[in-house]
């Protein structure tokens, strides 16, 4: 396997979404391959530094009743 | 009660049943409306179409697919839409086709060990946060549902109607993208 088709696989590979015989191939030539291999860490770390970004928000409770109310009010039979 | 039992009360008109399927999903559903339009009353005012459509169309839920998978469906929608209406602020698809699927530069050193002192200021998480927001509509939501969502790939397909190849192609691209934004940082700043 080349570098060239590594990269066009390396999200599914990061995704767990490859068969095993792929996926090994994969992960011996990361093994051996400094390029591919940085390609894989540094995408792991963009989706981890992603992620950081987006904090768990919980609804302000206004809202929440806010909605609900026009439903009852809208739909109420 | 389950969440079937309670489909079935809110079908038949009953609001307090349809208040605890809100009370189940609402944290999901305020927080993608804030991860895709990026502010807490866009976040609330997409909470609220979302809800509003839903009960309208309660007796056309079959369940097909889960409540919730349904939910972000109408909610990705809607925010598609806004998010289309603002196109002019993102970066045009042939430009992130363009670095997704060219050819990566080796920059091992460049990176820390750990992506955690990357935030030690505020200055990168804002950059990431503007190239996360560029980013076209159609790549942002995928991103969005896939990698800070976490939706399994099989879920976002079906959310947004498209082919499992389509969105594992707009996962790859917009990572790519993302990333390239962080190494410009990294060169231009150093470690």
């Excluded at chain 1, 015989?21 to 390609?39: A, G, T, V």
Aim: with cysteine; net charge positive.
């Amino acid at each position: 396997m080349k570098c060239k088709d590594i990269e066009k696989l390396i999200s599914e590979y990061i995704d767990g979404e490859l068969e095993k015989p792929i996926n090994d191939l994969i992960k011996e030539h990361i093994k051996i391959c400094e390029k591919c291999l940085s390609l894989f860490e540094s995408l792991e770390k963009t989706i981890f530094l992603s992620k950081k970004i987006y904090k768990k928000k919980s609804v302000p409770k206004v809202i929440s009743k806010r909605i609900y109310h026009q439903i009852e009010i809208k739909f109420k039979k | 009660m389950s969440e079937q039992q309670l489909i079935e009360r809110a079908k038949k008109g009953d609001t307090k049943a349809f208040e605890e399927l809100m009370k189940r999903t609402q944290t999901n559903i305020y927080n993608l409306g804030f991860r895709l339009l990026g502010n807490k009353e866009d976040a609330a005012d997409l909470m609220q179409d979302t809800y509003i459509k839903a009960y309208e169309n309660l007796d056309k839920f079959e369940g097909r697919s889960s409540f919730s998978t349904w939910l972000y469906r109408i909610a990705t929608n809607n925010a598609l839409m806004k998010l289309r209406k603002e196109k002019n602020k993102n970066i045009s698809i042939d430009e992130i086709k363009k670095i997704g699927d060219k050819d990566y530069k080796i920059e091992i050193s460049d990176w820390y060990e750990n992506p955690s002192l990357y935030f030690k200021s505020n200055e990168l998480k804002q950059q990431l946060q503007e190239a996360i927001d560029s980013l076209p509509p159609k790549y942002k939501s995928v991103f969005i549902l896939h990698d800070i969502e976490e939706l399994p790939i099989s879920e976002v397909a079906k959310i947004l109607s498209l082919s499992i190849p389509a969105v594992k192609t707009r996962i790859h691209r917009s990572r790519m993208f993302l990333r390239e934004k962080i190494s410009e940082y990294i060169k231009k700043h150093g470690n």
